[in-house]
């Protein structure tokens, strides 16, 4: 399964696709029963309540912050918390009053603020560490091994621009902690050897892997994305015409994640350590 997922506001998402492969067959979306467009509440209740058996996750976000570079996740914040599912309940106690698992509570915080680049040129005094080499934010170590595929990462601490991903890893954070150890989260959790398992996903490296470059990753069109699922061995789906981006990216990394999850390598990174697991992560396929 993969999830497009969305940081907008709103009890409904056009941004949130959901994706489903069998072992075999092409890839299909799942639709919320009466609804055109799901919530991030009904994905949390198909995660914890009606997820398919031994089902493989991808979830497209970023499901931790930054840490290794400064050694925490707010450097010199005496509440800034130690690993990653700490951080998920951390995101999710100060949003409590957030309507729709939404996180603005969190990015105006008095304190947190500091470390974020927000709208109207609202850039936090420690969105920067002190001697930054770039001004892109931080970023954390499975980044750069995405930007070394060929992909253009976006620190998760920006809040700004249309390829943003930080208000999408906010609120997904906190259905990860809603979700409380109902689906393993992999690496903060250990790889089970049975069962479902979640993951963190980057559509760009199914789009990389099937073809595409970086920078052509989004596909708005049937013949497009059968092209690309023809490329990873996938039968082809049923459409012509135009598809909005967001379905086509749950199709093809539902398609990529079938081919991709029996790789041994790609569940042992070479620059994944246990401390990394527990705090920062990885995204799974990013070498």
Known sequence: ??????????????????????????????????????SREDVLHLLRDALPQDTLVGLDLGISLPFADAGAFFPDWPGSPPDARALWALIDAICARDEHLAAASFVDHPEISAYFRRHGGREGARFHLPGALHRRGRMRVT??????????????????????VGKSSLT??????????????WPVDPLPETGSVLTEIY????????????SRAKMTDYAALNQALTALGSPSVAGSGSIDDHSADALLTTAWLRVAAPRANLWKPADLTAQLARTEGWTFGAA
Request: aromatic residues 4%; glycine residues 12%; charged residues 15%.
């Open 203 to 214: 559509t760009a490296i199914a789009a990389v892997a099937a073809g595409r470059t970086a």
């Open 172 to 185: 997904g954070m906190r259905l990860l902690h809603r979700l409380g150890g109902a689906v393993p989260v």
């Open 143 to 164: 980044e750069q091994a995405q930007a070394r595929a060929g992909c253009k990462p976006y620190s998760n601490f920006n809040l700004v621009g249309a390829a943003q």
């Open 1 to 38: 399964m993969a999830i497009d997922w969305s940081g907008a506001l709103g009890p409904r998402q056009k941004g949130i696709a959901v994706a489903l492969c069998e072992r075999e067959g092409p890839p299909r979306l799942l639709r919320p029963a009466n609804h055109a467009h799901w």
